[in-house]
């Protein structure tokens, strides 16, 4: 078992001269020790017995065993190829746990022969490309793409090679002198999950920039989905709550639309500070201010859960 | 022999850091405090959206103040945290003068400047009540007389657009060093468009994080765009891609040499 593995209440170091076998504090620590993993399991910390609190780090970085840490090497100079990222002189890993994001990955550093980081690969623990970056500034190599077509066609390319076939909706974007992002939102019986998909990002010259890819768990799809007017209605009263009355007429309701979204604290703050991973079906109520209260909110989103019509959390535009 | 020139190796960059700072070739000159304190401010808006400016408490603006403050800590900066009644518009132009490094979280735009009849980019201060001013780029210009800035992040929507005016503010030009360029130990971070706050905070967490690990500011600005938003979130910097981020004027570009 690594040291990391250890239940969380336990010390990171333990004493390096522990009390003989027999004595009585060598006997309550062995105990202590035993019933702690009876309770927490040899699989680490569960999020939910240590939560992410902001200010603490937000990640947790440890070594990988050499045997896992050569494949992830592996995997990364095949990505490299595939990505056309530059010859690596030396390579680093780590196992980043990402506890904000509830997700583990293995991370892994390429270096040119100056040692200078020259990209970041980031693989599941089960081998699965998530994320990957060419570090730099790289504009103005070549052409650039002309159109949303040439750079949809530039990230499928990245995509394929990789072999990585996205699905669902592609949304182009041009970014300025930062290049080009296209989208493959996830979608799950036409219903999106934000956040979740395929993004990749293309320098102007459509040249590889970034990908990363997010695939969260869902709830059970409620039984009965109840109407979206039962949610309009429900955020309208909270409105009428939340809205100073001088305001209120200014505050309305912009839309609502089904989406798979994580719960979190905005308008609850006892709840985590971190989102939670597993998403569940909501309406999304849109909420945008006009006229002078606009300068007070400019928007909000607001989750009702579409099976009990409950609120799970939401979003602020200020 | 080798031996001796690898130990001699070693002490180039810190060398050249210390003869750049004596002989004023980092750049323009930071603020008039102590070399050894590096000042920084972070301010967040709590009270717009807490009662009885909003009839909930939204508990990411201070947050996301604990992620700057401890973000700046750990790059070495002597920074302070100020919200509510404590972040001012006087507060903030008086303290400006002084910080090498400053982060806000608050409501942000191309405000209406009317002593000039123009547009300026700004952002709101908290003050503790609903009526809440804009601190102009154009009031941040003058108080700091185009002394220079290490580390800028302006948390608000529309501050990392094309046409901001901020980064001048704090005397970053809006330019784009990259692998073997060097702009001085400068970074302006700021969002594009409308930004959710959901987005903003994903965004800053990797963000500080990743400095925090001792990746840079470039690689930390990346890393943080590769996070999972929920809506289409942008993000756009100017300054020196290589910079640690690490406070004061000393240093240098680790990959010009």
Redo the contacts between chains.
């Keep these: 078992m690594f040291l990391s593995q250890l239940p969380a209440h336990l010390p990171a170091r333990l004493p390096a001269r522990l009390p003989r076998p027999g004595r009585r504090p060598g006997t309550i620590l062995l105990v202590t020790v035993a019933a702690g993993l009876l309770v927490t399991g040899l699989a680490g910390p569960a999020a939910g017995s240590d939560p992410y609190v902001a200010g603490q780090a937000a990640t947790r970085i440890a070594r990988l065993p050499a045997g896992l840490a050569g494949a992830a090497i592996g995997r990364a100079a095949r990505t490299g190829r595939a990505l056309g990222l530059p010859e690596a002189a030396r390579r680093t890993v780590e196992r980043v746990e990402d506890r904000r994001g509830h997700a583990t990955f293995d991370e892994v550093t390429d270096f040119d022969a100056k040692g200078r980081p020259t990209a970041i690969l980031r693989y599941a623990p089960d081998g699965r490309l998530v994320a990957a970056v060419h570090l730099g500034w790289h504009e103005g190599r070549g052409q650039a793409l002309a159109a949303d077509a040439d750079a949809i066609r530039a990230a499928l390319n990245v995509l394929q090679a990789n072999g990585i076939e996205p699905v669902g909706q592609v949304v182009p974007r041009k970014r300025g002198a930062n290049g080009w992002s296209v989208n493959w939102e996830r979608a799950v019986d036409g219903v999106p999950v934000p956040g979740d998909g395929v993004r990749v990002q293309l320098w102007a010259d459509g040249s590889f920039h970034g990908l990363s890819l997010a695939e969260h768990p869902l709830a059970d799809r409620p039984a009965i989905v109840v109407e979206s007017s039962v949610a309009e209605t429900a955020v309208a009263r909270l409105l009428d709550r939340w809205i100073p009355a001088a305001g209120r007429g200014e505050v309305r309701i912009d839309g609502t639309a089904l989406a798979w979204v994580a719960p979190n604290d905005t308008f609850e703050a006892a709840r985590p500070d971190a989102p939670e991973e597993v998403r569940r079906l909501a309406w999304v109520v849109r909420v945008r201010s006009i006229g002078a209260f606009a300068e007070v909110l400019r928007g909000l989103e607001v989750a009702i859960d579409a099976g009990d019509g409950s609120l799970l959390g939401g979003d602020v535009l200020r | 022999m080798y031996w001796r020139a690898n130990r001699w190796r070693a002490w180039i960059p810190p060398l050249i850091g210390v003869l750049a700072m004596l002989t004023g070739l980092v750049g323009p000159v930071g603020p008039a405090t102590a070399l050894a304190a590096y000042q920084a401010t972070a301010d967040s808006n709590e009270s717009?959206?807490e009662p009885?400016?909003?009839?909930?408490?939204?508990?990411?603006p201070e947050?996301?103040l604990?992620?700057a403050v401890?973000g700046m800590v750990a790059l070495g900066y002597d920074v302070k945290g100020y919200k509510g009644a404590a972040f001012t518009k006087a507060h903030t132009l008086s303290r400006t003068v002084n910080d090498w490094s400053y982060y806000v979280h608050?409501?942000?735009d191309y405000y209406w400047y009317a002593p000039e009849s123009r547009r300026y980019s700004g952002f709101r201060e908290d003050s503790g009540d609903?009526a809440q001013s804009v601190v102009f780029s154009k009031e941040i210009a003058l108080k700091r007389a185009g002394r220079a800035t290490n580390l800028v992040v302006i948390s608000?929507?529309f501050n990392g657009d094309?046409n901001t005016t901020l980064p001048g503010a704090f005397g970053i030009a809006k330019s784009?060093?990259?692998?073997l360029q060097w702009n001085g130990p400068e970074f302006y971070v700021g969002y594009l468009g409308?930004?959710?706050?959901?987005d903003e905070e994903?965004f800053e967490?990797?963000f500080?994080?990743a400095l925090?690990?001792g990746?840079g500011v470039?690689?930390a600005f990346?890393?943080a765009?590769?996070?999972?938003?929920?809506?289409?979130f942008?993000a756009?910097w100017w300054g020196s891609?290589?910079w640690s981020g690490r406070a004061g004027p000393g240093s240098f570009c680790?990959?010009c040499l």
């Design positions: 717009a959206f009885p400016c909003l009839g909930w408490d939204d508990p990411r947050r996301m604990t992620l401890n608050s409501h942000g609903c608000t929507c094309s784009k060093a990259g692998e409308e930004a959710y706050d959901n994903a967490t990797t500080w994080d925090k690990r990746r470039g690689p990346e890393l765009l590769l996070e999972h938003f929920t809506h289409p942008d756009d891609y290589v680790p990959n």
